[in-house]
């Protein structure tokens, strides 16, 4: 019995000095958007459709630069 509690106790100081308090979620949600924005990997691109005509015929094409 008393090899348990010490066993629990252990444990749980472990699991205690374990823990971090820089784990916590900002409490703003714009600073987690602002986190987004200056971490997101996606770049923005401009796009828009155009004619296009050839020996097929024409047609509209999306065109991206």
Same mark, same amino acid.
């Given at each position: 019995? !008393? !090899?348990?509690? #010490?066993? =629990?106790?252990?444990? +749980? =100081? +472990? $699991? #205690?000095? *374990?823990?971090?308090?820089?784990? %916590? *979620? /900002?409490?703003? $949600?714009?600073? +987690?958007?602002? *986190? %987004? %924005? +200056? %971490?997101? /990997?996606?770049? !923005? ?7 296009? &005509? =050839? /020996?097929? =015929? &024409?047609?509209?094409?999306?065109? &991206?630069?």
């Amino acid at each position: 019995m !008393k !090899k348990t509690v #010490l066993i =629990g106790l252990v444990v +749980i =100081g +472990i $699991g #205690l000095t *374990a823990s971090s308090s820089s784990m %916590a *979620a /900002p409490a703003s $949600g714009n600073v +987690i958007s602002q *986190a %987004a %924005a +200056i %971490a997101s /990997p996606v770049t !923005k691109v401009w796009c828009r459709w155009r004619r296009v &005509c =050839g /020996p097929r =015929g &024409c047609f509209s094409r999306r065109v &991206c630069w």
